[in-house]
């Protein structure tokens, strides 16, 4: 599944749209200070549910974290569950 990006300074996201142009799956952020971003909503359409999509939302955005050298702060209950269970994330956890 590919996802697109978008980011205007406050904000930003990764998402997928189905091939009508619909989205699909997405999680966004907001940017805290230059260092720090808040995982503030993750959602993913029914028809996507149980294939691992959010989970790969999140790895996208945890990838993000890791090139710009962020963390994250997870207010989103699906990236707080996620933290908490994988120590994997350890490293962009604020």
């Not at 209950?77 to 956890?93: G, H, L, N, T």
């Amino acid at each position: 599944m590919q996802f697109e990006y978008t980011d205007n300074g406050q904000k930003g996201e990764f998402f997928s749209l189905n091939d009508a142009g619909q989205r699909i799956a997405e999680i966004s952020y907001a940017w805290r200070d230059d260092k720090t971003i808040v995982a503030d909503h993750t959602w993913v359409d029914d028809s996507l549910r149980g294939q691992g999509v959010a989970r790969k939302l999140l790895d996208r955005l945890v990838e993000f974290a890791r090139e710009k050298q962020l963390k994250i702060i997870p207010t989103c209950s699906y990236v707080d569950v996620m933290f908490k269970r994988e120590q994997s994330f350890a490293d962009v956890a604020a």
